[in-house]
Nanobody, 123 residues
Framework: VQLQASGGGLVQAGGSLRLSCAAS????????MGWFRQAPGKEREFVAA????????DYADSVKGRFTITRDNAKNTVYLQMNSLKPEDTAVYYC?????????????????WGQGTLVTVSS
């Protein structure tokens, strides 16, 4: 599986962005998907995850209520809608794929990674 993330950019605090992650191949619906982020000087951290069908999701406490992860299996794409953005959300955002029905909240739970897209939130 090859993953291509897009949608990052510069936004003011309180604004919104929607990230997309397009996957290659015909087995997208066999993968759980996740979003992680990494700020300068910090470790990569979990943001959100969604199971293969889209029927189950999980979020980091820091983004709960502000971010929404969804997927469209017909388009081989997973999305991360980010609202009420804060300067502390500034990071490179990565999408990742984990083969199987479930998902995890650590990087080692995932098998494939996209290249990352930069989100910068100004105060």
């Amino acid at each position: 599986v090859q993953l291509q993330a897009s949608g990052g950019g510069l936004v003011q605090a309180g604004g919104s962005l929607r990230l997309s992650c397009a996957a290659s191949g015909r087995t997208f619906d066999r993968y759980a998907m996740g979003w992680f982020r990494q700020a300068p000087g910090k470790e990569r951290e979990f943001v959100a995850a969604i199971n293969w069908s889209g029927g189950s999701t999980d979020y980091a406490d820091s983004v709960k209520g502000r971010f929404t992860i969804t997927r469209d299996n017909a388009k081989n794409t997973v999305y991360l809608q980010m609202n009420s953005l804060k300067p502390e959300d500034t990071a490179v955002y990565y999408c990742a794929a984990a083969y199987g029905l479930g998902y995890g909240d650590t990087p080692r739970d995932y098998d494939y990674w996209g290249q990352g897209t930069l989100v910068t939130v100004s105060s």
